[in-house]
């Protein structure tokens, strides 16, 4: 019984934990075009050509900010190409193009 409650109670104490540190995070986002777009928790359908890149991130603020300048970003990504399509960016994170939203 005393390892069920250790259990429940460490189970909670790391929710907590977990919780309050997300809490601090902002949105995973791009700044491109004078427009913050959003990750949207989606793949890229398809791989772009490096012909199609729009631009790259420059900079990349901490998760905890929104981006302001245009290509910036809150997610480890320096130098990764990025691409403008009709209704949002796709953008290259860790080898996998991730689609991002713009800001509504």
């Not at 359908?45 to 990349?60: A, F, L, M």
Request: overall charge negative.
């Amino acid at each position: 019984m005393k390892r069920i409650i250790a259990c429940l109670l460490l189970f909670f104490f790391t929710a907590c934990m977990l919780t309050a540190a997300e809490s601090n995070a902002a949105e995973p986002a791009v700044k491109a075009f004078d427009t913050v777009y959003y990750w949207s928790g989606h793949a890229f359908y398809r791989t772009p050509d490096e012909s199609e890149y729009t631009g790259r991130i420059q900079s990349v603020v901490p998760e905890t900010e929104k981006p302001a300048e245009n290509n910036e970003a809150n997610v480890p990504c320096k130098d990764a190409p990025f691409v403008l399509l009709d209704d949002g960016i796709a953008l290259l994170l860790d080898g996998q193009w991730i689609f991002f939203k713009p800001e509504s």
